[in-house]
């Protein structure tokens, strides 16, 4: 046979190859995101999921349930563990549950957060804040420090007392005002705030917190992906972002 004739027919049957294994894995995925659908209606009929991904370290699905636990299920959807993942990287280990959980900080809109800005932006943090937070009110006060040293300060609502309290009723004053950095800042300066309502993220902000561990105010998630609980002055802050 003709050597070209031959290396035709062979990326042919190498190319058919390709596509039966990509249509049997995309079969198999089909399934068993639906197994797992529907064990998860079956046996804890109490939860939607909130996502779920495949993870391919493990051939097993993760799956975020609304106001529930991280699951890490089979594919045939008749075992799960709950609780972190973690992955060895040589002497390195890394929550993975937990990276996955904080991306979602990263992946919000800024246009519902209240952003100061730096103008010559190196790093950013996001902080879950109580405007009524005596830390989260020292924290504000190096806002102008962090800018200067290249640190936009990303704002998130978190009313310690909860949903509906003081703190989360004035919050929502505060972002749903005419100038929410400005009335932020009163805010936190102990400034009485005119009551406003609108359609606002503080609520949601708030389960957004709960879901990645916020356990107190100001806690900080920053650009290199770290979580910081707690409060940290401008020049140890800028060390963690490695400036």
């Given at each position: 046979?003709?050597?070209?004739?031959?290396?035709?027919?062979?990326?042919?049957?190498?190319?058919?190859?390709?596509?039966?294994?990509?249509?049997?894995?995309?079969?198999?995925?089909?399934?068993?995101?639906?197994?797992?659908?529907?064990?998860?209606?079956?046996?804890?009929?109490?939860?939607?999921?909130?996502?779920?991904?495949?993870?391919?370290?493990?051939?097993?699905?993760?799956?975020?349930?609304?106001?529930?636990?991280?699951?890490?299920?089979s594919p045939d959807g008749k075992y799960f563990i709950v609780g972190d993942m973690y992955k060895i990287d040589g002497s390195q280990i890394e929550n993975e549950t937990q990276r996955g959980k904080l991306a979602?900080?990263?992946?919000?809109?800024?246009?519902?957060?209240?952003?100061?800005?730096?103008?010559?932006?190196?790093?950013?943090?996001?902080?879950?804040?109580?405007?009524?937070?005596?830390?989260?009110?020292?924290?504000?006060?190096?806002?102008?420090?962090?800018?200067?040293?290249?640190?936009?300060?990303?704002?998130?609502?978190?009313?310690?007392?909860?949903?509906?309290?003081?703190?989360?009723?004035?919050?929502?004053?505060?972002?749903?005002?005419?100038?929410?950095?400005?009335?932020?800042?009163?805010?936190?300066?102990?400034?009485?705030?005119?009551?406003?309502?609108?359609?606002?993220?503080?609520?949601?902000?708030?389960?957004?917190?709960?879901?990645?561990?916020?356990?107190?105010?100001?806690?900080?998630?920053?650009?290199?992906?770290?979580?910081?609980?707690?409060?940290?002055?401008?020049?140890?802050?800028?060390?963690?972002?490695?400036?």
């Amino acid at each position: 046979m003709n050597p070209r004739s031959l290396l035709s027919r062979m990326s042919f049957f190498c190319v058919l190859a390709s596509l039966f294994s990509f249509t049997l894995f995309s079969s198999a995925v089909q399934a068993g995101t639906s197994e797992v659908k529907a064990a998860i209606k079956r046996a804890l009929p109490q939860y939607s999921i909130d996502s779920m991904t495949l993870h391919k370290g493990t051939n097993l699905y993760t799956v975020e349930l609304k106001d529930g636990p991280t699951l890490h299920m089979s594919p045939d959807g008749k075992y799960f563990i709950v609780g972190d993942m973690y992955k060895i990287d040589g002497s390195q280990i890394e929550n993975e549950t937990q990276r996955g959980k904080l991306a979602k900080v990263e992946s919000l809109p800024v246009s519902k957060m209240i952003v100061f800005k730096a103008k010559n932006e190196k790093a950013h943090i996001t902080v879950f804040t109580d405007v009524d937070c005596a830390y989260c009110r020292m924290l504000h006060k190096e806002v102008p420090e962090l800018n200067k040293l290249g640190i936009t300060v990303r704002y998130l609502a978190y009313p310690r007392a909860g949903i509906g309290s003081p703190a989360y009723k004035k919050m929502v004053s505060v972002w749903c005002s005419d100038n929410p950095q400005e009335w932020f800042t009163k805010a936190t300066e102990g400034d009485d705030i005119p009551e406003n309502t609108c359609a606002n993220p503080v609520a949601s902000d708030y389960n957004l917190g709960n879901d990645i561990g916020v356990r107190g105010t100001p806690t900080m998630i920053l650009s290199n992906g770290k979580l910081v609980p707690g409060y940290l002055p401008a020049n140890v802050l800028a060390k963690e972002l490695g400036l």
